[in-house]
């Protein structure tokens, strides 16, 4: 038996989600996301959120973050995120590149997650010189984190509140945004605007779609014609768009997103109990969205990837490693992984 | 009758091509381009253009375009390209972006194409200042051009021998690239690599795919990390690469692209045909692939868009129109389309 | 003899300018352009120029030109300039550097100059696209122009009005202001904010200076920052500004820059007297500002060089030649010039 | 008494230069660092380090820095540097900006130092990930250090060695380089290309002159294409470069430049043997060139600031301070400063 846990990214679509795109296929459409299912975005995603929001259609993460840190933030403007943040680490330079030069802080935390105050030092810090220093801009949460860690409403609002004090922006990279949802089991709203958060990336392609995200604006139509123009500009305005439109469409009706996600969080936490319940492996992190990250010996996590079992190594360590599980993990997998990993001495 | 002739990039994709999407949707497969389908894709590119082929799939051209000319351009350099070229007037700015601020130059030139003199001049009068001229650094063929015409391998080469002499790189520009190649009947080769252009923007979205490009390098591994990087930077690495990856191994399975290039030349032809003998429409430049551009009054322009035609009008202009013809536009389609302009008086 | 009209800018510097460096060279001063001679600078053009001025002292007219684009366009957009400007042609890409990529759009013009209607028919053409244009964001008039001429303050008005209605910035390339105010015998204002230009690059370098220029910003308190930040970005903050300032403080004392610009004009205009009565060459442009355009054979251009005097030929061209005039060219050189140049057959 | 040890570049330039200037101010001469003195400067370079030096006279050390990194580094590569390093705390990201987007990484090291093992762990921990991190391009290393230390040949070449093996650039910021010669009293070849540096940002700003600095490639002719397009692109191609490249000569003329910074550092040595003997303040870091840090009590630095001496706290400190001591600070202000500060108890 084979299994893949390296990331959700490597899942296959949902039926749901390819229904959709097969549906879309039907006659001609107006090019450039003025197609009927793009324009129905924007209605779909206010209800959904509960506020008016913007809709920019987009077919990977690294462009909607990179769009979304560009449009708030000069050449010469700091954004602020997490030491292991994907937007500093996997990106290849993304951000750096559609903000002309931007640069990104990290800040360190644990378990994934950085808070206000140690914000607050670095800002202290780096940006007392004027013209010679970087201005802070932006800041950007990971949600649910790079660690499988999940902020609650009261963390972003910290974040945001300090953010707001100096004149920052606050974007949120929601790659797995639904898991963290389904996690705290709480409106979407709670977690972005409400919380202060003023553009979310929000993901689909790990949790179900072929390829498919979101740049979404809360109650700003004014910053459209920015985030627009990056996009162009950037290749990112798809000419046949009907069809990540239609994925986006399909994802969050009737709550879709949340099942899948919630499916995805479960499968975790019952590897997450049988590592914690292991004689030689132990959690690195508190699993609370879809990732477990495991401490374990090189020896013990050898023979599990010997066994069949596939997982990513954290950069540069042999002893700690990460299983991500998908919408469409199933219970026999899991069941398979646990048993696999328990049957390895520690 | 609503008829869409507006663009290429309006109609549907081709049932094969769908469905080999659907069939993708099997199981895991790792990310980032490393999946079972990308890893076909130089050598199934490579056995259609008969020499060692690089491929990065993309999903819009104008990415390709811009990590084409990025690659080989400094941020002091120059592309020449022809005045109506899509790099120049409808990509938002995408090659100055990808390229750190590179300068396009705009050859003059008939019916959507410019030679090879003509660039020799703009070449002397721009270039003769050192340092504070921008470098001549590449030249771009759109393929077919913006008019609707096609370049036969005499005149790429002739441009590619200029080019090479100023030690500049040759791109194609192919968002249309299949309908030149079923046009003239030649190998795709003989459109390329053997006149002399070392990277091609294999376009297929608008020829029967949903979201599918490629840039091809040809006789050049060593290339590619520079448009690895590029492509990745610029947020354009999608992690589910399959599903792109998958449509461009339909396209052009069993000759498959160059079927639907045909029927799409075809349809232009007969419109083509029909507005010749038309009293007061005439013909704007010579149709040789699906494009057909249409000088006529505006009443007339008017009148047949009255009556459910669209089309769109020349920048700027209300008495000169394009029809697009696609893979999927059907022998009614362009029948009726015949002769509704027909019925309008001249 | 040996004489050189190649350019007014390898022309020394005038002694008052020079004395001005030598009186700056006392004990400490603050660095960063926080020193006593900077920190006078403001008042200096407020008064000079009748109305609330920012100054930003600089060491190159590039850097000057670039700064101040940058400052209003997003890298989405576009500087419409006269197809000669300097910007364009001679500053090695320096305006796409500093603006992240936006593009200089070339307006076509007799003798150098541009008007409101060329550059309303070229916006028209370039723009209607959305966002897959570029979007008019800034016009930059050359002042006095590349072939010697001035505008008077109605043409520049007139470009104003149209890109005030078009949401554009006026800036004015001013390498050879002081030229240009000699000329009219207005006042500097009736040439910049009153005709709606909120931008001036006020050259100093050419007309005296070792190496000084001024962006000056009229009426825009808020727009310090920006500019600020981008000369810092860009290097440009030298840490010792008070020679740079001590030469600005000098060079617009009592009127001398406008003395040393009439002083050249004269020159100019004694030799374009002498080129119009020769029977073989002749005049490009009327002559305006210091600088002097002949058209004439080859062979009266290269007796004319052969016998030590230096001038520049126009790129591409062995025809067309230019001759600048400066602050230090003597009547004794001028008459020597005529002379040599009536000695030579048509 | 008012006297300023807040910086080396609030000092005024020494008569000798200043002399130099005055000199060159005779007569025309070729713009664009075509004139006499600018011609002289490559001779004059390379006989000073003992082999081929093209040299790029610049008016800022952020231009030198930044002119070199950009020139050896693409878009997506990373610059590896002290943590304290001028280039990523006081440039305003002018790094970023010439690179296109390029990263800068922080290294950490005592007393403003780093070494090969840390670089080489970052490099680790770092650039794994292939496309999705950033490559390793460049490593610069800061020579006299932001702490006022010197690193030795040894070093130099320990950091230079793994550069190598990672196809990576040595870059040496020498905006104090002349104290470090000074210092180590070796041959400006020992600290650069002998031990491995390719590029130095000659400083001389600092160290008497008014502005003038200069980008050096050893051994690397083919270099120079590349810096001089930067040069000219970024604004920093002076027309009038002879006023900088005299200041340069004179420089380098006769070991001026070395019995500066000799001064330089005995006035530091001599406050610091003050300090030493502090009973309230002392030394921060071993003092090796002309700065000195000092630790002492809010009040102690409170009550020196008030007795007239100026100096600046480290970012964010109020009980860290620098002096700096220049050229042209006298032994009678050295000694008051001693005095002074040996007055306030601890």
New interface residues.
């Given amino acids: 038996m084979e299994l893949?846990f390296?990331?959700d990214?490597?899942?296959?679509?949902a039926p749901a989600i390819?229904d959709a795109?097969?549906k879309a296929?039907?006659?001609?459409?107006?090019?450039?996301a003025e197609d009927q299912w793009s324009t129905l975005l924007e209605q779909a995603f206010s209800d959904l959120f509960g506020t008016r929001t913007t809709v920019i259609p987009l077919?990977?993460g690294?462009?909607a973050n990179?769009i979304a840190l560009a449009s708030v933030t000069?050449?010469?403007g700091a954004v602020y995120c997490h030491r292991n943040a994907h937007i500093l680490?996997?990106?290849?330079?993304?951000p750096?590149?559609?903000?002309?030069?931007?640069?990104l802080v990290p800040v360190d935390g644990d378990d994934g997650k950085f808070d206000a105050r140690s914000m607050e030092e670095l800002i202290?810090?780096?940006s007392?010189?004027g013209?010679?220093?970087?201005?802070p801009a932006a800041v950007s949460i990971t949600q649910s984190s790079e660690s499988g860690t999940v902020y609650v409403p009261e963390e972003i609002q910290a974040i945001n509140e300090l953010a707001r004090s100096k004149n920052m922006a606050t974007h949120m990279d929601g790659a797995r945004f639904g898991n963290a949802v389904a996690r705290l089991g709480c409106e979407p709203a709670d977690l972005t605007w409400r919380a202060g958060v003023e553009m979310l990336s929000f993901g689909a392609?790990?949790n179900g779609c072929?390829?498919a995200e979101a740049l979404l604006l809360f109650d700003n139509p004014g910053g459209r014609d920015?985030v627009?123009?990056?996009?162009?500009?950037?290749?990112?305005?798809?000419?046949?768009m009907r069809?990540?439109s239609a994925q986006l469409l399909a994802y969050i009706n009737d709550g879709l997103w949340l099942d899948m996600a919630a499916h995805a969080n479960q499968q975790a936490a019952a590897f997450a109990k049988a590592i914690d319940s292991h004689p030689g492996a132990s959690l690195e992190f508190p699993v609370e969205a879809n990732e477990v990250f495991v401490r374990w010996t090189p020896a013990g996590l050898k023979s599990l990837e010997e066994s069949g079992v596939q997982f990513l190594y954290w950069?540069?360590r042999d002893d700690l490693a990460r299983f991500v599980f998908s919408h469409c993990t199933s219970d026999e997998e899991t069941s398979y992984l646990c048993r696999t990993a328990g049957g390895i001495p520690g």
Same sequence: chains 1, 2, 3, 4.
């Fill in positions: 893949n390296r990331s990214n490597e899942s296959p679509a390819l795109v097969v296929n039907q006659g001609t459409a107006w090019a450039y077919s990977t690294t462009a990179s000069p050449p010469w680490n996997d990106e290849g330079g993304a750096e590149f559609f903000g002309s030069g931007l640069r202290h810090r780096n007392g010189h013209v010679h220093s970087y201005m392609s790990k072929l390829a920015t627009e123009r990056l996009r162009k500009r950037s290749g990112h305005l798809l000419s046949k069809y990540v950069p540069g």
